[in-house]
């Protein structure tokens, strides 16, 4: 008990260090940079979101909003297909699990053999609704470019659906920044991630409305 309480805890140390760090980076000239190959790396392996880093730099430079959220969309896209590629090529060795995949369930957070197969059940009826919802809401991303890759869903299907709810999600959040400042950015933090479910369900109502009751 005591030693999964101390794993526990050291796991929140780790996370709130990560938090810090990618937001030090807002305060430096590498900031953009720095926002690249956090948003690449989110995709397939990174824990924090790069919209953290996004929000300081748009706060200290509002009017290159459209250049960061281009650049942090481009990046994310980017790495999907890395975790699109090491699902494809690297997670099996043989009928089993690689060291590759093993590293990701034991050392990323949200990833586990369980959420795996679950996403791996769920593409093979909503594989373009999968890798979008993902995209757009809190869903670790990294989880389905990864497994995508494991089930050989469409490259093509898949980097529609990246393109689609990566750009969306990053110039919504973008946008509001640049529109309103500092005041909606604690609205963004508590809310952000219930009204893009939210806004993800209502897409699936009227999905099922067009298809199966017009």
């Known amino acids: 008990m005591l030693a999964h309480y101390s794993y526990k805890q050291y796991g929140l140390h780790l996370h709130r260090f990560l938090y810090d760090w990618v937001l030090s980076w807002a305060h430096t000239q590498f900031g953009q940079w720095a926002l690249f190959f956090l948003a690449l790396a989110e995709s397939s392996f990174f824990p924090i979101p790069p919209d953290v880093l996004l929000i300081a730099l748009i706060l200290g430079k509002r009017e290159k909003f459209l250049r960061l959220a281009t650049l942090c969309s481009v990046a994310s896209i980017i790495g999907g297909i890395v975790g699109y ?3 494809y090529f690297l997670w099996y060795d043989g009928d089993s699990f690689s060291k590759i995949a093993m590293f990701f369930f034991n050392n990323v957070p949200g990833f586990t053999v369980e959420s795996f197969y679950d996403v791996q059940r769920m593409y ?3 594989s373009f609704w999968i890798v979008f919802t993902a995209g757009f809401t809190p869903i670790p991303y990294k989880v389905i470019t990864i497994t995508a890759g494991v089930a050989n869903i469409n490259i093509w299907m898949f980097f529609v659906a990246s393109v689609i709810s990566r750009t969306l999600r990053f110039f919504l959040v973008a946008g509001l920044i640049y529109k309103f400042g500092e005041a909606i950015n604690a609205f963004i933090t508590k809310w952000f991630n219930v009204l893009s479910i939210l806004f ?3 897409l699936f ?7 199966y009751v017009l």
């Open 124 to 126: 093979d009826a909503y």
């Open 85 to 87: 590629g090491i699902g």
């Open 205 to 211: 109502g009227g999905y099922y409305i067009l298809k």
């Open 200 to 202: 993800v369900v209502l």
